[in-house]
């Protein structure tokens, strides 16, 4: 089977959809699948095949066909978004009149704009396969009417729309966005493959003596980094036998370093940047926090669980379903660095629970966040959407004999 991975964003992106796609495509391939993957580099919409990029010849075309917000919608915050649908969208359709969709028996989605422009290019006989890394319309909760007729649209044309968590449902659900097609399938990763990886060399040395604490992810408000560093400014004032590697890039990076600065933790927090050896890093770790202010299925966690290190997370989101608190981690209320900072204590005090929690977190992570049961659980998905596609075209031949029968019967 010869499958299309499409998305709006660049490839190969960071984060989490990136990881989505990098699993995604490994799992598929390990099961004898072709994979191609459409994305932007740079300026340019490619088709990435056995990792190497081709890009698009951009074709401008009638634009009528795409399906997006009609121009002047909303509010300002939603037109402004409006015109971002409009822009991308009109660049993946241009891109895409260059490629044969019909090579393709099936063709999966990373998002509501990719998922319009495909569905608007595709032969009627591909299904289209959506997974929903957020919910555009709980975004924008204030309008959020205008964006889900949209969104919905999307959702009730793609055959099954997959969700990483059950949170994210219920997200849909509150904004009125139908469910009845959506499937559940937690986000996976090569256990094996990332175990291997921690064996790598970093170049890091770990300080003797001291205790590991790392948050790896994006630098950004929605990932609470500033009140992970709130909370250790407490925990310097009773012990300085630790560090902290904050991991990763984003807009917030200037602003954290001069918090730390300004906290007094200058030497005890290290802001590595963006790194490709995070395995190797988790490693050395002892303790990971995930401070998150909301996330749906974080891959930051699934590799913290498959590293078996013991953590300290927030009560949000798909987070719960993932950390079971006492069991295979801890949480604490998102933004509230003073309980994390009595939960950072308990650690740093009790080795024997960091074990604990660390050998709880392995066998969650390796039971429900491997690649093997991400990918039993697509190809179903898959099965279903192609035989459905099966039966309709059946259907709809049946169909036409009937009536080309009916034409001829004698009188």
């Known amino acids: ?229 709130d909370a250790l400014a407490r925990v310097k004032k009773n012990r300085i036998d630790w560090v902290c590697w904050i991991v990763g890039s984003g807009n917030e990076e200037k602003d954290l370093k001069k918090q730390s600065k300004r906290l007094g933790l200058s030497g005890m927090v290290q802001f590595l940047g963006w790194r490709s050896d995070i395995p190797a890093l988790l490693k050395q770790a002892h303790i990971v926090v995930i401070p998150s202010l909301e996330d749906n299925y974080p891959y930051s966690l699934v590799e913290a669980q498959a590293a078996g290190k013991s953590i300290i997370a927030s009560r949000v989101g798909g987070i719960t379903e993932m950390v079971k608190h006492g069991k295979n981690g801890l949480l604490v209320p998102a933004g509230d660095s003073k309980k994390l900072y009595r939960q950072i204590k308990v650690l740093l005090k009790d080795p024997d629970l960091q074990e604990r929690l660390g050998k709880g977190a392995k066998v969650w992570g390796t039971t429900h966040c491997s690649l093997d049961t991400m990918m039993k659980q697509v190809m179903v998905v898959y099965n279903k959407a192609l035989k459905s596609k099966s039966e309709a075209l059946l259907r709809r031949k049946g169909s036409e004999a009937g009536v080309e029968e009916d034409l001829h019967i004698p009188t």
């Not at 019909?102 to 290019?121: F, P």
């Not at 309008?143 to 649209?153: A, D, H, T, V």
């Not at 060399?201 to 992970?228: A, F, M, V």
């Open 1 to 229: 089977m010869k499958v299309l991975i499409a998305t709006k964003c660049a490839y190969p992106p960071r984060g989490g959809v990136g990881m989505y796609i990098k699993e995604l495509k490994k799992g598929l391939e390990q099961n004898g699948h072709q994979v191609d993957i459409l994305a932007r580099h740079k300026d340019k919409y490619c088709i990435t095949r056995s990792d190497r990029q081709h890009p698009l010849n951009s074709k401008k075309s009638d634009r009528r066909g795409i399906p997006y917000l009609p121009a002047g919608w909303g509010g300002e915050q939603v037109q402004k978004y409006e015109k971002k649908i409009r822009d991308k969208a009109i660049k993946i359709f241009n891109a895409v009149q260059s490629v044969d969709l019909s090579q393709y028996q099936i063709i999966h989605a990373q998002d509501i704009v990719s998922a319009s422009v495909l569905m608007s290019c595709k032969p009627q006989s591909t299904p289209l396969v959506l997974t929903l890394h957020s919910c555009v319309t709980a975004e924008y909760s204030s309008e959020w009417r205008i964006l889900s007729s949209f969104e919905s649209e999307v959702i009730r044309q793609s055959k099954w729309t997959i969700v990483p968590s059950k949170w994210l449902m219920r997200v849909y659900e509150k904004c009125r966005i139908p469910t009845g097609s959506m499937k559940v399938i937690p986000n996976g990763i090569d256990v094996p493959v990332f175990q291997n990886l921690m064996n790598e060399k970093t170049g890091l040395k770990s300080p003797p003596n001291k205790t590991i604490i790392i948050c790896t992810g994006r630098l950004s408000e929605d990932k609470g980094q500033r009140y992970l560093l």
